[in-house]
C-alpha cells in the first residue's frame, strides 16, 4: 500500500503542475468568478486544497500549527499560490516515502472542529488523496467552463503509470 501511496502522491504534483499551467491562462476575473461549486471559486478551491493539505499532513505527522479554517483565501493570486502549491507537494512526496507501513494498521487520532475522532489511519490516507482528486477535479471542469482544454490528470495518464500499462512493459 505504501508504493500506491507514494505513486499517489508524485502523481498529484504532477496533475497539480498540469493544473496550474492551465489556471494561469485565466483572467483575474475568471480566477474569482463565483460560482456554486465548494469554496465559491477557482480561486477558493485551489487555497482550499493547499490548506486541506496543511491541515491533514499535520494530522498525520504532527508538524506544523493546527489550522482553524480550510475555506480560507491566504493566497488570492495564482503567483502567491504557486509556491506553496509546490512546498506542498514535495512534503506530500516525503510524507509517502516515510510513511511506516505498520503505521497503516493503527489508528489516527486528532480533532475535527472541536470533537475528538479516531479513524484507521490508513483510511485517513486514503481520504487525504481522495480528497485531493476530487477537489482536482472541480479546478479541471471548471477550467473546461471557461473554454480552457486542460489536459487529462486521470492516475492512468500520469506517465510513470502508464508506463506500467504499456503491453511491452517488463
Known amino acids: 500500500m505504501k508504493i500506491l501511496f507514494i505513486t499517489l502522491a508524485r502523481a498529484g504534483r504532477w496533475a497539480n503542475r498540469l493544473l496550474f499551467a492551465e489556471m494561469a ?24 486544497l493547499v490548506l486541506g493539505d496543511r491541515l491533514w499532513l499535520q494530522r498525520f505527522t ?4 493546527p489550522l482553524k479554517t ?3 483565501v491566504p493566497y488570492p493570486g495564482l503567483d502567491a499560490l504557486l509556491p506553496q502549491r509546490q512546498a506542498e507537494d514535495e512534503r506530500i512526496i516525503a510524507f509517502a516515502s516515510a510513511l511506516d507501513p505498520a503505521q497503516l494498521d493503527t489508528v489516527l487520532r486528532y480533532t475535527r ?13 486514503a481520504h487525504f488523496f481522495n480528497h485531493q482528486t476530487h477537489h ?18 486521470d492516475l492512468l495518464y ?13
Open 158 to 170: 500520469y506517465p510513470p503509470a502508464a508506463k506500467l500499462l504499456a503491453p511491452d512493459a517488463a
Open 25 to 48: 491562462k485565466l483572467t483575474p476575473e475568471q480566477w474569482t468568478q463565483k460560482s456554486a461549486v465548494n469554496f465559491g471559486s477557482i480561486q477558493g478551491i485551489a487555497n482550499h
Open 62 to 65: 504532527g508538524e506544523g500549527e
Open 113 to 125: 472542529r472541536g470533537e475528538a475522532q479516531a479513524m484507521p489511519y490508513a483510511l485517513c490516507v
Open 70 to 72: 480550510v475555506d480560507a
Open 136 to 153: 482536482r477535479g472541480q479546478l479541471h471542469a471548471l477550467l473546461g467552463v471557461h473554454g480552457i482544454k486542460c489536459p487529462d490528470i
